[in-house]
C-alpha cells in the first residue's frame, strides 16, 4: 500500500467534514431565516442585558484590546522556549546562542511597550 493513501484520505474526510457544515448552516439558516424575535436582534453582551451608551460616553477603549494582544504575542513567544528547554543539551552553545538571541528580540518589544505606559490602566 502506498504510504500517502492515509494522508489522502485524511484530506479527503477534512473536505468531506468541511462541505458537510457549510450545507449544514446554509440549510438550517434557510430553515431560521424568517424567526426573528427581540432576543435573536439583540447584542450578546455575556448574558447581560446590553445598555445603551452612556452621554458622551464617547468610544470603547481600545487600550483593552491592546493589552489582550500584547499577551497572545507573548505568550505564543513563550510557547516558543518549551521545545527549546526540551532539547537544551542537545543543540549545545549554538542553541543557547540562537535562544539568547530571540530572547533579547521578544523582551526589547515588551520593554518598549511597558515604558510608554502601554500596560497603565489608568
Given at each position: 500500500?502506498?504510504?500517502?493513501?492515509?494522508?489522502?484520505?485524511?484530506?479527503?474526510?477534512?473536505?468531506?467534514?468541511?462541505?458537510?457544515?457549510?450545507?449544514?448552516?446554509?440549510?438550517?439558516?434557510?430553515?431560521?431565516?424568517?424567526?426573528?424575535?427581540?432576543?435573536?436582534n439583540?447584542?450578546?453582551?455575556?448574558?447581560?442585558?446590553?445598555?445603551?451608551?452612556?452621554?458622551?460616553?464617547?468610544?470603547?477603549p481600545?487600550?483593552?484590546y491592546?493589552?489582550?494582544?500584547?499577551?497572545?504575542?507573548?505568550?505564543?513567544?513563550?510557547?516558543?522556549?518549551?521545545?527549546?528547554?526540551?532539547?537544551?543539551?542537545?543543540?549545545?552553545?549554538?542553541?543557547?546562542?540562537?535562544?539568547?538571541v530571540?530572547?533579547?528580540?521578544?523582551?526589547?518589544p515588551?520593554?518598549?511597550?511597558?515604558?510608554?505606559?502601554?500596560l497603565?490602566?489608568?
Amino acid at each position: 500500500m502506498n504510504p500517502y493513501v492515509p494522508l489522502l484520505v485524511m484530506i479527503l474526510v477534512a473536505i468531506g467534514m468541511a462541505i458537510a457544515g457549510i450545507v449544514t448552516s446554509e440549510l438550517l439558516g434557510k430553515l431560521t431565516a424568517n424567526r426573528f424575535n427581540k432576543v435573536k436582534n439583540l447584542s450578546y453582551e455575556c448574558g447581560v442585558e446590553p445598555t445603551p451608551a452612556a452621554e458622551g460616553a464617547g468610544r470603547f477603549p481600545v487600550k483593552y484590546y491592546i493589552t489582550a494582544m500584547i499577551f497572545i504575542i507573548f505568550d505564543i513567544d513563550v510557547m516558543f522556549l518549551y521545545p527549546w528547554s526540551v532539547t537544551f543539551e542537545q543543540l549545545g552553545l549554538w542553541g543557547l546562542i540562537d535562544m539568547l538571541v530571540f530572547l533579547v528580540l521578544m523582551t526589547l518589544p515588551f520593554v518598549f511597550v511597558w515604558r510608554r505606559g502601554g500596560l497603565e490602566w489608568d
